[in-house]
């Protein structure tokens, strides 16, 4: 279990709080009832639950991609609804499926996901994300080009361009390698040694074991 950082009283109140959401779909189908959490700043949570059960649906509401039926939610003190522009700037998320901007290089893709929230241009922190995603040497190249691993790094990367404080990684063992995932875990440590907040899904309780603080306990089968 990774070593917890300080929680000092300035930074004790949660970074996610979500109260009474619900999602039901135009089919009537309702993905989520009544959904209650709080995720402490800096910790690494695990939404742990089998396929289907909703664990996608409340990170595209949290990530304000998906509305709510009801329910509130606020990110590190912004309302995700009446303040999404400025919820969505401190979140960086890695989907569970591969769709990237194909025609694009590496650099450009990211350099773009950069700009798009706003930050000042940053080579050298755009450089230290490649490099740590062993991305560097393929910067130039379209992302077409590269294997289904190497376009989930760039997913990475994009996810990370904008310096985010809260960091969504949905499914991030599905269908990797062993050295991604090698990659990616020591990244999420470095991460949250920085103060970075993570939250994974997965239905695999030995990587929610090993790799978070805590884990749901309200995803059923």
Known sequence: MP?????????S????????VNKTYASDFQAL???????????????LGPNGAGKTTLISIICCIVKATSGTIIADGHDTVRDYRAARAIIGLVPQELHTDSFESVWAT???SRGLFGKAP????????LRDLSL???RNEKIMTLSGGMKRRVLIAKALAHEPTIFFLDEPSAGVDVELRHDMWRMVREL??????????THYIEEAEDMADRMSDWFKP
């Open 3 to 11: 070593t917890s950082a300080t929680i000092t009283a300035e930074n």
């Open 13 to 20: 109140v949660p970074i996610i709080f979500v109260r009474g």
């Open 33 to 47: 009832k009544k959904i209650n959490l709080e995720i402490k700043r800096g910790e690494i949570f695990a939404l």
């Open 110 to 112: 990211i350099k773009f």
């Open 122 to 129: 940053n080579a050298a922190y755009l450089e230290k994300v």
């Open 136 to 138: 560097w040497d393929k």
């Open 192 to 201: 949250r040694a920085l103060g970075t907040t993570i939250i994974l899904t």
